[in-house]
């Protein structure tokens, strides 16, 4: 079992300034930012203290796999100019 430190924190603010840090340089790329925080939150729940129902849609396999997908899907769709395009049309309805 895992048991508290006096780090515990210092490192969860880190972890949290971190995925701020990270969400502000990587704004073409919000899944990636999702699935980070799916990932930390699946390893180590105690780290980012998520609501029960945050966790349950990112932190699952469902969604781990989701965000994955999409993930890759984002990534390549900004190599090919087309997908690109169509990609940001798409977010312009979902991303405000």
């Keep these: 079992r895992w048991k508290s430190t006096s780090n515990d924190w210092y490192l969860t603010i880190t972890i949290q300034i971190s995925f701020l840090a990270l969400s502000a340089s990587l704004p073409t790329a919000p899944f990636l930012t999702l699935f980070l925080v799916g990932a930390i939150e699946k390893a180590r729940p105690e780290l980012l203290a998520m609501g029960e129902t945050m966790e349950s849609i990112v932190a699952s396999w469902p969604g781990l796999l989701f965000l994955g997908v999409m ?7 900004k190599c090919v100019p087309v997908l690109d395009e169509i990609v940001d049309s798409i977010m312009v ?4």
Aim: aromatic fraction near 18%.
């Design 93 to 96: 309805w979902i991303v405000p």
């Design 71 to 77: 993930t890759v899907l984002e990534f390549v769709s």
